[in-house]
């Protein structure tokens, strides 16, 4: 796969800064799995005093795109990276998986081992596509569409998809504690959807999300 110019390339260098909430304030040592060209760890090292970084990236012209942005870079499907062979066991304060899990034929062996390479009070950051999203469930009942997309929740690279309770029960599948699983995106007045989650008591971000982003603590 070759990375063209435009929305495509712009999308492996954009800065997910909805999870910076989620960050924990101490970031020493961090591992973006599926970093891209590396702007949201490069972001988190602006304002975490981040002494290692590692990512890994499946294409090549991508993670070249990274620079220095990592003190250690694999490259390739992650399932085959030897991690453990670079990054002692209880090490990391902070993993992110932010819209990778989805993509591999089994993420859930990926997470547990991802798990034990997090520190006791560490992170890992999970974002999913939300399979249960209205737009999609509408498409599918009202014109039987499940055509895949060269982007988007029907991403013809998506292997798994899930929904708040499967995105939990991967995040967690590690050991690792539930801290958070929420809708990717916070709803503001006046629009519908934060009416309709507000008056649903959140029960309506189950449909109304795009994507969910859960917190998970050793």
């Not at 020493?28 to 970084?53: F, H, K």
């Not at 062996?109 to 006791?120: E, F, G, N, W, Y």
């Amino acid at each position: 796969m070759t990375v063209q110019a435009g929305p495509r390339a712009d999308y492996f260098a954009t800065v997910r800064r909805e999870i910076f909430p989620l960050v924990p304030d101490r970031v020493s040592r961090m591992l973006d799995v599926g970093c891209g060209a590396g702007a949201t760890t490069a972001a988190i090292r602006a304002v975490r005093d981040v002494s290692w970084a590692g990512g890994i990236e499946y294409l090549p012209e991508v993670a070249a795109r990274a620079g220095t942005t990592f003190d250690r870079m694999w490259t390739g499907d992650a399932a085959a990276a030897d991690l453990e062979a670079g990054i002692a066991p209880g090490s990391l304060d902070l993993v992110l998986c932010l819209d990778v899990l989805e993509h591999m034929a089994d993420p859930w062996t990926m997470v547990k081992r991802l798990s034990a390479l997090i520190a006791p009070g560490g992170r890992l950051i999970v974002s999913v596509p939300n399979i249960r999203n209205w737009k999609f469930i509408w498409r599918l009942i009202a014109r039987g569409d499940f055509h895949y997309r060269d982007a988007g929740l029907l991403d013809r690279t998506h292997l798994r998809f899930f929904v708040r309770d499967t995105a939990i029960e991967l995040a967690t599948c590690g050991g690792l504690t539930l801290q958070t699983a929420r809708s990717a995106r916070i709803w503001q007045p006046p629009e519908a959807r934060w009416l309709l989650s507000t008056l649903s008591g959140g029960a309506a971000d189950e449909f109304l999300a795009k994507q969910w982003l859960v917190a998970a603590d050793r």
